[in-house]
């Protein structure tokens, strides 16, 4: 049997990984600048969170959502401490995607309508609903051109206002910073327009913090900075540190029927014992101030870098933008320089998603390292 040929990949292998090291099968170490795409939050193989999925192993893997399952409940009471959104409920699930589609769901059943707006250079997962507001048409198969979706421009207050005030919309989805799209981040003005609209026309708004959640711009949510409170949140990437786990957050006083939404996997003990293992790490390392604090070290080493013409996103979710296109300095860093980076929809943008506990010492190797590489290109 073959694989099903999707995915564009280098020709390494990783077999270990610990902290922000991966080992390969060739017996090289690279620099995790990448993250398993946004994934990896408190660290490969942190201690507490493999203890903690061992214990899991050797007593219960798994039972379905039939059966109380008290790590549940444990998730959610920590998420709200740690997250400072305890005035929201949650709902577990599998995957991003996942997390979307049962939100825009959720609207739909809410209002009874069915009209999404989205977002310019979006990206919320592959599934029906969350691919229809993916402004990417070549992942739009003809099965999901059936949504009905309005596009706008991020910062477009007319055509947005306009749009809202039309009355046929059951939501509005953003991404809190966007993440496939290339780091830009709506302003706080923008944020609070659309709540405010949002509120107004009895519109659900749905934050997307599937990749810029869990602390990666240095806020738990990214959208907490603007001093919003969105009807929904979706979360993913960071959640489970690489254990598959996803959830969204409801603003307190919906009215669920049973049987809205359900899940097989979602929230079973290994996952709930995975996210929880992450709350745990995020809180007693005081992770979050790690972010900000090797976020301004970083920015601080990227002043004067040659051809870097403007650093987007925050915290560890940064786009580090080119005047020329990078596809070749990111092979550079990955082959010489044993440096993993990401891409963007952006081919001048240098996306960087390292674990959220690197270290000021990891970040000059990773400078002196995106430096080497620029040399060689002759920009450097
Ligand atoms: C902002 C955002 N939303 C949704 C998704 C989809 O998540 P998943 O791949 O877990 O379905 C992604 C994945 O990259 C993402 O970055």
Known sequence: ????????????????????????????????????????????????FIDKLKAQLDSLVFYSNAVLNPLQSELAGKLGTISGCPLY???????GAESNEN?????SFKTGKSKVLAFRNSFHGRTSAAVAVTDIPSINAPINKGHEVVFAKMEDFEFVGAT?????????????????????????????????????????????????GYGRSGDFFAHQRHGIE?????????????????GLLL????????GMLGTTFGGNHLAC????????????????????????????????????????GRGLMLGLEFDFAIAELREKLLLEQKVFTGASSN??????????????????????????ALKNLNHG
């Open 89 to 95: 409920d949650l709902f577990l699930c599998n995957s």
């Open 273 to 312: 014992s995975a996210g929880i293992a992450v709350l745990d790490i995020l809180d007693t390392e005081n992770v979050l101030h790690n972010v900000d604090r090797v976020s301004n070290y970083l920015l601080e080493e990227l002043k004067g870098l040659n051809g870097l013409q403007k650093i987007k």
């Open 251 to 258: 603003k307190k006083g919906w009215e669920i029927k049973k």
């Open 347 to 372: 081919k001048n943008l240098l996306r960087i998603l390292p674990p959220l506990t690197i270290t000021t010492a990891e970040v000059d190797v990773f400078v002196q390292a995106l430096k080497a």
């Open 1 to 48: 049997m073959d694989l099903v040929n999707v995915y564009s990949q280098y020709e390494i292998s990783p077999i270990a990984a610990k902290g922000s090291t991966i080992m390969l099968d060739n017996g090289d170490n690279l620099l995790d600048f990448y993250g398993g795409h946004g994934v990896i939050s408190v660290g490969h193989g942190h201690p507490i």
């Open 103 to 107: 939100a825009l769901k959720l609207a």
């Open 164 to 212: 809202i005030e039309k009355g046929d919309l059951c939501a509005v989805i953003i991404e809190g910073i966007q993440g496939v799209g290339g780091l830009d981040e709506p302003s706080t003005a923008f944020f609070k327009f659309l709540q405010s609209k949002c509120t107004q026309y009895e519109v659900v708004l749905i934050v997307d913090e599937i990749q810029s």
């Open 230 to 246: 969105p009807d929904i949140i979706t979360m993913a990437k960071g959640m489970g540190n690489g254990f598959p786990i996803a």
